[in-house]
């Protein structure tokens, strides 16, 4: 168990949602968040993931 894995580096987009831009408990820099493929979104990430499901849901024609 415990946190999945996730491969996105054969992921055409990836929004990482982080409060900060620290480097968290480790202090070691995340190569994942200089990829070209990412964007960062720097918000609280309950609110931020449950606006982002809105706007594409409203994107899709509210499906």
Not at 1 to 25: C, E, H, Q, S, W
Not at 45 to 63: F, R, Y
């Amino acid at each position: 168990y415990g946190m999945p894995i996730l491969d996105v580096a054969n992921a055409r987009n990836v929004i990482v949602i982080k409060r900060g831009k620290g480097t968290g408990f480790a202090g070691i820099e995340n190569a994942l968040f200089y990829q070209d493929n990412t964007r960062m979104l720097f918000a609280d990430g309950q609110s931020a993931a449950s606006q982002l499901v809105a706007a594409i849901k409203e994107l899709d024609g509210g499906h």
